[in-house]
């Protein structure tokens, strides 16, 4: 707590902000969002976290957010309506909410399908934009992705301890923040609580897994995925199931443990390959664990499908979970050629009456356009797909906005080829 009291605190003169006409529609419609350009007017130059409010022609009260000099998006809105004060209080009433929403998956610690990793504060649809909070068992992860935040964490962390059943609270950093001021801050380290100097191990749905909650991609595990595993491995049972873009092996050891009889995962890393044995070795003493055939493949997802099939490779369940192919609007009709590629790969190796989960996590990818992507990437490899089922967020993943809801994932079954094409 040493490093909290030394940190910065906003200024006691807040900023007065002008909005264009849409923009100011926007914000009083709930969009957390404010950028550079919609900016018409500022009262002073202000530093990260600095709080601005947001009048409109006649001086009225719109809303207040932490001004980001330093971000496109210049003010993350905290509050619309009424004025409020943002102090230590309101902090701690926002964190309260949050907690109480996972209410539900906090209390089944105790119960046969205990799961104590999930989401605390999901960002914006928290009311809280750029900053993340995941619990993996007795430690919680606060990642900012954004410099306004410094100012408040006095605030917030106590607020963390307070409510989360917690013994640590270890500080991640977005790449975004490479070069910004952080004030003694540092990614890895701990805000509460004893330093970590290892995997931390937890549940999920009774299963043991490990993240890395130092270097570990997010902040250790993908917590998002969580009803998506579950679904799968209750899909598992006899069944050959690929893995790709396994990651650290959470499809792979739901399948197992779902009864399949072999899977394989296939990822790009080496150290997300280690980590999926691991968290496979971590559930040997089930039965059904023990009876699966693990195979793993160090290889780029891509030429591995590819020479899968070359290999005439077939598997019951193909799960496909990449990571974002849209970084920007520049790269959207990239990452939707990249779906279709995925699927028309993908879908040759399903065996006959089998399934493909496929999924996608780029904001910028409305849903609508994702299954399309997969049902053009089928046809082109010559198969049309009944589709079974559409998931999206879990419930500790909440959606506030539109730009909010980036899951989604498609649950699919080749059922015919079509006549005049062949396989890639």
């Known amino acids: 707590m040493k490093i909290l009291a030394s940190l910065p605190r906003p200024a006691d003169a807040r900023l007065a902000v002008r909005l264009t006409a849409d923009a100011l529609r926007q914000v009083r419609g709930g969009h957390p969002w404010v950028f550079e350009g919609a900016i018409r007017s500022v009262s002073r130059e202000g530093d990260p976290g600095d709080l601005a409010v947001v ?32 102090d230590h209080a309101w902090f701690e009433e926002r964190v309260a909410v949050a907690v109480a929403k996972r209410v539900t998956l906090a209390s089944s610690a105790g119960s046969s399908i205990a799961t104590n990793a999930y989401r605390v504060i999901h960002g914006e649809n928290d009311g809280m934009p750029g900053l993340v909070v995941d619990r993996y068992g007795h430690l919680a992860v606060l990642k900012l992705y954004s410099a306004a935040w410094i100012p408040h964490l006095a605030a917030v962390v106590p607020a963390l301890q ?20 952080l004030h003694g801050l540092a990614a890895g380290m701990s805000l509460v609580g004893p330093d970590v ?14 993240a890395d909650v130092i270097h570990g991609q997010k902040t250790g595990h993908f917590l998002d995925q969580r009803d998506n595993r579950v679904m799968v491995g209750a899909m598992s049972r006899g069944a050959r199931v690929l893995d ?91 990452a939707i050629s990249a779906y279709e590629r995925l699927a028309a790969l993908a ?21 609508a356009d994702f299954v399309r992507a997969v049902h053009t990437g089928a046809a082109h490899a010559g198969f049309e797909l009944e589709e079974l089922r559409r998931t999206s967020h879990p419930i500790d993943h909440p959606i506030g906005f539109r730009e909010g809801a980036y899951l989604k994932c498609v649950v699919v079954r080749p059922v015919r080829a079509l006549r005049g094409r062949s396989a890639p």
């Open 197 to 210: 100097d290892g995997p931390v191990p937890f549940l999920e749905h009774g299963l043991h897994f490990e």
């Open 162 to 181: 307070r409510h989360l059943p917690v013994a640590s609270i270890v500080l991640r950093l977005a790449r975004s923040l490479a070069g910004a001021p």
């Open 347 to 367: 879908t040759v190796l399903v065996e006959r009456d089998g399934l493909l989960v496929q999924a996608s996590c780029s904001s910028r990818v409305a849903e």
């Open 244 to 334: 790709m873009f396994s990651c650290t092996g959470g499809f792979s050891v739901h399948a197992a443990a779902g009864g399949a009889r072999v899977v394989h995962s296939v990822d790009a890393s080496p150290y997300a390959i280690e980590a999926a044995r691991r968290n496979m070795a971590l559930n040997q003493s089930r039965p059904e664990v023990a009876a699966c055939r693990h195979e793993t493949t160090v290889g780029e997802a891509f030429a591995t499908l590819e020479s899968m099939t070359g290999q005439r490779r077939r598997y019951d369940i193909v799960v496909v979970d990449p990571p974002s192919f849209a970084q920007n609007k520049d790269s959207v009709a990239r």
């Open 55 to 86: 009048f409109d022609d006649d001086r009225r009260f719109v809303a207040i957010g932490l001004w980001d000099p330093e971000s496109p998006i210049r003010i993350k809105v905290l509050h619309t309506g009424r004025p409020v004060q943002i």
